[in-house]
């Protein structure tokens, strides 16, 4: 998918370590807190196996092509890059669900509801003797246990939900549909190669794939929004509450019943650092969940306001003490640096809605 990157540029500078770590998912809060601001949260976890080398070699491609300009770990489009991207957006096929991208990972959902699918088939066409998937021993123990304790009303029902999944994907893009339905497996067939689906499908492999991460997003989606059914019980355990990782969550219902990130961390036994990490990523991503006020209080604002001015993202912390020499000198710039960031993240988000 290294053909979509140029999406993630603009003709302004961007530190490419970001873009690169967003498509990882390498979730530190200062990844999370520029890609939200260069408006690429939508790709994160889109391409966890990418390698440094990997993304660098694309880096140079584009600009011995003269598609982008790289200068001080940043990078941005030149002229005939902007020509490309333009008309790449018009001829490539767009992402729909990359905002849902916290909600699960494709790479977990997708084996089983292939696994499922063939068990389902083959039970329906009452052939037993079939090799099934090669899927870790957890996962086909899983789906055997899903398998036998709906097998009364099995195949009716799970026909009946991928049909309704279908069909919703289909009212984003019909090819979402064709995508689905003609890559599961079965009796008698295994289902579109990503060969076979871009041939069919007449668009790139690389379209295939953004396409098969946006189906399995929908899947879960439409999982995680029924009360009960097939489909949820198949896949829950995959499917997140929230954007923010288990430990965070912790952390954020704890910070919710009163307690300080101090009495937190003691009772967590995490370093207060990582807790206050927590935070400012609940802060990225769920502004609403969070009582702010009993993080910044009205003076620390004002002097914050007075400190830093225009753009959240052109900031520079400025720590209290230029050189720290005792623990307690370095314990006020890191708690003077969580004040900021938090500053800098609700800031940012004002600026982004």
Known sequence: MKSYFI??????????AVLRNTVKNKRTVATLFWAR????????????????????????????????????QTAWLTP???????KFLKTHYQPRFGNWSWLARPDQLAPRVLLATQAVSQ???RQKHYVPLNLAPAELYFVRQWFYGNRNRIVDDWAAELQQAAAALAKMDERLAKLLVFSLPGYQTTGWTIDQAAQALKISVDEVIIMERDVWLGIGYLAASQPAGLL?????????DTPLNHSATITLRMFEQGLSLEQISQRRRLKLGTIREHILEAAIFMPEALPLDRLLTPAQIDRLAAQYH?????????PPILEPQSPADKLQNE??????RLFQIIKGGEHNG
Not at 45 to 54: A, K
Not at 80 to 86: F, H, L, P, T, V
Not at 232 to 240: A, E, G, P, T
Request: aromatic share 14%; net charge negative.
């Open 123 to 125: 039970y329906a066409h």
């Open 7 to 16: 999406e993630m540029l603009t003709d302004q500078p961007r530190r490419t």
């Open 335 to 340: 708690q003077s640096f969580f004040e900021y």
């Open 310 to 318: 225009g753009k959240p993202a052109t900031w520079e912390f400025l």
């Open 232 to 240: 949820r019980s198949l896949l829950y355990d995959h499917l997140h």
């Open 80 to 86: 005939s890059g902007i020509a490309e991207k333009e």
């Open 37 to 72: 601001e260069y408006g690429v949260l939508k790709w994160l976890g889109s391409n966890p196996r990418l390698t440094v080398n990997e993304f660098e070699q694309w880096l140079v491609q584009m600009r011995q092509a003269g598609l982008i300009k790289i200068n001080d």
